[in-house]
């Protein structure tokens, strides 16, 4: 008993419970502590009802939570469409950074529906990337580059602003610097970016939500022939947006049949360009990040396979193997997601924790009935595609087994001891 509250005490310490401030990827210091941090999450150790009621009431209470926990935060599994993303962007971020030509860097266009996951997929392969590229430079001792800054971003995430204009998009780079703009002229702006990008010696600029440019408006064509001078600054530019096909980001552009890479020309302005950004064309690989299908085969063992890793990591003490993947249940959760990883995690882990609350222990067809899947993120705009659709909800089945426990995550259970007194 001993050892296992030591056990759970060390876990309480971590802040499984109560995490604190959440890194905040859109600022130099938050990327850096999201990137070292971002799996050190460690889910609830597995164990039997039997072994569960042995534990005191406070042990339980920290266990319950620690599970709950386990299931707010399932990891970000492999699919075969995240993997060619992935793919693509290690070997493409590793030429590029290895190239020492002041030429063009290609970059890399993410498109795909909301909740697909792609900014997940792309800032994983660019953290990866970036613990390989700083592991590289200290292995052959890279000598220090006159004037950079101490603080090191290899890579770089900003959203793009709501209202995208050059200036306003000048200035979301350098907030994530923590470098003031302001008052600047578009000329100031662009150059004080590129000594921010040599400063901080950032070999990657992810542009996050960049089908927010509308190609109809002035300011939105001004900013994508700035963005596409960015290429020149020796980064890789990584755009990440919903139906960019349809956005008019590619028009003016035309795709090399060889290659399948968009190419596009040069900036049509020159009041902030410089001689170096009209040497070469711009050119982008164009990556879908499609939902899981469900028509083959080989489709519905993908999907299968996908459920079976969520399964894996689920702490329910009625769970058994199949539990997501036997019967109906895979048709039942594509027909209620669509195949969209964002919504079958949601799916999930809401039904994880509903299982909890009624005492069923495990994931059923008629618990997830209960289920409702909403998507509101503070920073994505619905008008924009970013949160995408949610397939109509099933007509609920009548239980046939038995009625279905009563939900008593309302009931009035008192105040948790673990809330009163710490030993």
């Known amino acids: 008993m001993?050892?296992?509250?030591?056990?759970?005490?060390?876990?309480?310490?971590?802040?499984?419970?109560l995490p604190g401030e959440v890194p905040d990827r859109e600022s130099a210091e938050g990327w850096t502590r999201w990137r070292k941090t971002r799996h050190s999450f460690v889910p609830a150790p597995r164990l039997s009802q039997a072994q569960y009621d042995k534990k005191s009431k406070r042990d339980r209470a920290l266990h319950d939570l620690h599970r709950r926990a386990t299931h707010a935060n399932l990891p970000l599994l492999d699919t075969p469409m995240s993997l060619v993303v992935s793919e693509l962007m290690q070997t493409r971020l590793l030429n590029n950074a290895m190239k020492q030509k002041p030429t063009t860097r290609p970059g890399i266009m993410i498109n795909g529906g909301g909740n697909q996951g792609k900014t997940e997929t792309a800032v994983e392969a660019a953290a990866t990337f970036e613990d390989l590229w700083l592991g590289l430079e200290e292995f052959v001792d890279v000598p220090e580059l006159p004037g950079a800054r101490d603080l090191r971003a290899t890579v770089a995430y900003v959203q793009t602003p709501v209202t995208a204009t050059p200036k306003s998009t000048c200035q979301a780079i350098l907030d994530f610097f923590g470098t003031s703009g302001r008052n600047m002229t578009l000329t100031q702006l662009v150059r004080q970016v590129r000594a921010s990008l040599r400063d901080h010696r950032t070999r990657v600029l992810i542009l996050d939500d960049i089908t927010r440019l509308r190609m109809h408006r002035k300011d939105d064509q001004d900013t994508l022939d700035l963005i596409r001078a960015l290429m020149s600054m020796r980064v890789t530019l990584i755009l990440i947006g919903v139906g960019i096909p349809d956005s008019g980001l590619l028009s003016g552009g035309w795709q090399d049949p060889r290659t399948g890479q968009w190419e596009f020309p040069e900036p049509g302005h020159t009041d902030w360009k410089d001689a170096a950004s009209t040497q070469t064309a711009r050119r982008f690989d164009l990556v879908d990040l499609q939902p899981f299908s469900y028509d083959t085969p080989d489709d519905i063992a993908h999907f299968v396979d996908h459920l079976t890793g969520l399964e894996d990591e689920l702490r329910l003490f009625n769970a058994h193997e199949g539990m997501l993947t036997g019967g109906n249940m895979p048709e039942y959760i594509y027909r209620r997601t669509g195949g969209v990883v964002g919504l079958i995690e949601r799916l999930i882990e809401d039904g994880a924790s509903l299982a909890m609350d009624t005492g069923v222990e495990e994931i059923t067809e008629e618990l997830l009935d209960s289920v409702i899947i909403r998507t509101q993120h503070p920073k994505r705009v619905r008008a924009a595609g970013e949160e995408g659709d949610v397939p109509p909800a099933l007509p609920a089945k009548?239980?046939?087994?038995?009625?279905?426990?009563?939900?008593?995550?309302?009931?009035?259970?008192?105040?948790?001891?673990?809330?009163?007194?710490?030993?």
């Open 398 to 423: 009548k239980a046939v087994q038995g009625r279905r426990p009563r939900n008593t995550v309302f009931d009035d259970k008192g105040v948790p001891q673990i809330t009163v007194s710490r030993k």
């Open 2 to 17: 001993g050892s296992s509250v030591s056990v759970e005490a060390s876990l309480s310490d971590r802040g499984f419970i």
